[in-house]
């Protein structure tokens, strides 16, 4: 069940964030007033959903829930909590991930022929870059901790919210990551049978005497490439879903499916407004919040630290901006993406009937298959990519910008 998932990593997680075995806060936790039976009951199944991401952070994610039950008697120690963070489960896990994506990442050949090898190539990096991005936010996190020591209240809630929003972003990105690397996992199946159905040929060719023994190695060593290429995707979803286990308060070893990303909101985009927005990105932002803390105790004249102050928003801006283009290049391909994908469909379904009626060989018939599930698999990033693109421009609005690597 997973309530016992969930007591058996906050007790593991725990242990490594809060010294003498505490009992962990996440496991007591109850339905929060005002929320409905329905919800509740959603967030106790064995199912992850897109939607329930920020609960998930916000009711089970066993450093938010430390951070959550420490922060009023434990103001003074916050700073401590921040460095035993530093030591947990999530951070570990993660770092791990990430060196493990980086060596198969240098394993791989970004300058293949094989368009197939190089969509696993870019996919692959695409991934390393969601998890070090994911690392990063859970060190945003640690680091707002450490700011709470000189304040009580409004700094106190500041960095509560800021925890939960950089957890809650960095998980969105890597559901979004895992999804885009399963949406591969057809297409290496595929590709695994086609390479077998190409050794076949050979091997027959070479029976009646039109191929050689060296085409018949070099069908085999593609068939062990496309087997590799599964292997490599299969470690790769691995380590993305036990991240994605342990953030959430399952153990890592859990079974819990995890569902799918939603189609971008195209209604979303029309309401963005980087000119109007950025009010209300700079009223939110936490990198401003603790910029003026750090201000406030500078022995800087006045004129210094308004050009500190001015140079932040802009910086601030010209991100909203940047962030603002980038959904539009990316609902541009994503549009551009149904066309080449319906195209590559209506071919696949007559190779698929020719083949059923004897017109073409099985092994033409898996290249206009190979064919199509690559443009399924480009249409299916060109989606997420979009659905990626508009969080990244909606957490700025609320605060976060991901891609600030700015020293707090």
């Known amino acids: 069940m997973r309530s016992a998932g969930r007591r ?131 060190e945003q996190g640690i680091k707002a901790i450490n700011k709470t020591a000189n304040t009580m209240d409004q700094e106190t809630r500041d960095m509560r919210d800021q925890t939960l929003y950089s957890l809650t972003a960095a998980v969105q990105k890597m559901f979004i990551g895992y999804n885009q690397a399963l949406s591969s996992r057809e297409l290496c199946a595929a590709a695994e049978e086609l390479a077998q159905a190409a050794v076949r040929s050979a091997q027959t060719q070479r029976d009646v005497g039109m191929a050689t023994d060296n085409d018949v190695l070099s069908a085999q060593q593609s068939l062990l490439s496309a087997q590799n290429q599964t292997l490599s995707l299969d470690n790769t979803l691995l380590s993305l879903r036990q991240n994605l286990y342990v953030m959430t308060g399952w153990t890592y070893d859990a079974s819990a499916a995890i569902g799918t990303v939603p189609a971008p909101d195209l209604t979303k985009i029309d309401a963005m407004n980087p000119a109007a927005d950025i009010t209300e990105a700079l009223d939110n932002s936490y990198s401003l919040k603790t910029l003026d803390d750090t201000l406030k105790s500078s022995k800087s004249g006045y004129s210094t630290k308004e050009k500190v102050r001015k140079e932040a928003k802009e910086e601030i801006k010209t991100q909203l901006e940047e962030l603002y283009q980038t959904v539009l290049a990316d609902r541009a391909a994503y549009e551009a993406s149904f066309t080449t994908l319906e195209a590559a469909r209506l071919t696949e379904e007559s190779g698929r009937r020719q083949y059923e009626l004897g017109m073409i060989g099985q092994l033409q018939y898996l290249q206009t298959k190979m064919a199509y599930l690559q443009q399924k698999v480009s249409a299916d990033n060109a989606s997420m990519a979009l659905t990626q693109a508009i969080l990244d421009y909606e957490w700025a609005v609320r605060g976060i910008i991901m891609s600030d690597q700015t020293e707090q």
């Open 8 to 138: 058996a990593v906050c007790a593991a997680v725990l242990a490594a964030v809060l010294a003498g075995g505490a009992v962990c806060p996440a496991c007591a936790v109850t339905r929060p007033s005002g929320m409905d039976d329905q919800t509740w009951t959603s967030l106790q199944d064995n199912l992850m959903e897109y939607g329930e991401l920020e609960n998930l952070i916000r009711y089970y994610n066993p450093s938010y829930r430390q951070v959550l039950e420490s922060i009023e008697p434990m103001i003074d120690a916050s700073r401590e909590t921040a460095s035993r963070m530093r030591t947990s489960e999530d951070l570990k896990t993660m770092k791990d991930s990430e060196k493990e994506l980086k060596k198969t990442l240098d394993q791989m050949n970004p300058n293949s022929e094989s368009q197939m090898e190089q969509m696993m190539y870019e996919q692959t990096k695409g991934l390393y870059q969601t998890v070090q991005e994911g690392v990063r936010g859970i």
